[in-house]
């Protein structure tokens, strides 16, 4: 089994900048997809970022492009999302996902992800 476990969340003003970090243990794979998603209360989960193995690409929903950075350090088995410019309505709990398929192209559909973690807490407050 993989287990995901996050880290980095809390309690930020507006336009501050928080960095999640992701890593992975357990059977982790040779090559894999790693995304973020996002739940904020009464909502569905919705994708952030996602980065395919090395070589392949980052793609970033629309509301957090030039903000957000998804970074990958495969050596470490970690995931990173740096969050600039953070507004209000960023305020969710943020999850980090695995897919097993390396160059996984429909990297935005949640139920494609072969693992999750836990969830780390991220309020913006105005």
């Known amino acids: 089994q993989v287990q995901l476990v996050e880290s980095g969340g809390g309690l930020v003003q507006a336009g501050g900048s928080l960095r999640l970090s992701c890593a992975a243990s357990g059977r982790t794979f040779s090559s894999y997809t790693m995304a973020w998603f996002r739940q904020a209360p009464g909502k569905e989960r919705e994708f952030v970022a996602a980065i395919q193995w090395s070589g392949g690409g980052t793609y970033y929903v629309d509301f957090v492009k030039g903000r957000f950075t998804i970074s990958r350090d495969n050596a470490k088995n970690t995931v990173a999302l740096q969050m600039n410019s953070l507004k209000p309505e960023d305020t969710a709990v943020y999850y980090c996902?695995?897919?097993?398929?390396?160059?996984?192209?429909?990297?935005?559909?949640?139920?494609?992800?072969?693992?999750w973690g836990q969830g780390t807490q991220v309020t913006v407050f105005s």
């Open positions: 996902a695995m897919s097993r398929i390396p160059y996984y192209s429909q990297y935005n559909v949640p139920p494609g992800y072969d693992y």
